[in-house]
């Protein structure tokens, strides 16, 4: 089967300092293959929701999810600019591993990026999610630092390659 764009996922929480870098780098690489961009975020429902009325539970998750979808919407706008380039955006909450496990086996993206994690200085629990995804998924994953980026050309040309023989 011939696609005409590669499928390319961001995964990020949208918080922290390298949440900018990582779309910024999800976008060049998509403008370099031709590809379409998919930014897909999971909030823990236990970081969104402090009380036990379910009311006042679910008002806080619409507002967090307002307010996720508006980041992402304004970091969009902050690195396009003036030009137009269309990010289809994906806002769950829930597990993070068995939401991010599922959203993979429905898209099966050609590329997925992670954002480098922040160094904590206790690593408690050594099941970290970069991991997790290397494991259950074969294709190319990248994990933008903002020091060393990847060479999109080069580490990409396995895919275009595969692309044209398919």
Do not use: W
């Not at 005409?4 to 922290?16: A, M, P, Q, T, W």
């Not at 910024?24 to 929701?49: S, T």
């Not at 086996?105 to 480098?116: H, M, Q, R, W």
């Not at 995804?133 to 074969?138: E, F, Q, S, V, W």
């Amino acid at each position: 089967m011939n696609r005409n764009k590669y499928k390319v996922l961001v995964l990020s929480n949208l918080e922290g300092r390298n949440a900018k870098e990582t779309l910024k780098y999800g976008i060049d690489v998509c403008k370099e293959i031709d590809g379409a961009l998919e930014l897909f975020c999971v909030k823990k429902p236990r970081e969104v929701v402090t009380t036990d009325n379910p009311l006042s539970a679910m008002r806080r998750v619409n507002k967090s999810y307002i307010e996720t979808s508006e980041k992402a919407k304004s970091l969009i706008r902050e690195i396009t600019k003036d030009e137009f380039f269309a990010v289809k955006t994906t806002i769950e909450f829930g597990n993070v591993k068995n939401e991010i496990e599922h959203y993979i086996a429905s898209l099966n993206p050609d590329v997925i990026i992670l954002g480098e994690r922040q160094k904590r200085f206790f690593r408690l629990n050594t099941d970290s999610l970069t991991n997790f995804i290397t494991k259950k998924y074969t294709n190319k994953v990248f994990i933008t630092n903002k020091n060393n980026v990847v060479d999109v050309a080069i580490s990409l040309n396995q895919i275009k390659t595969k692309g044209q023989s398919a």
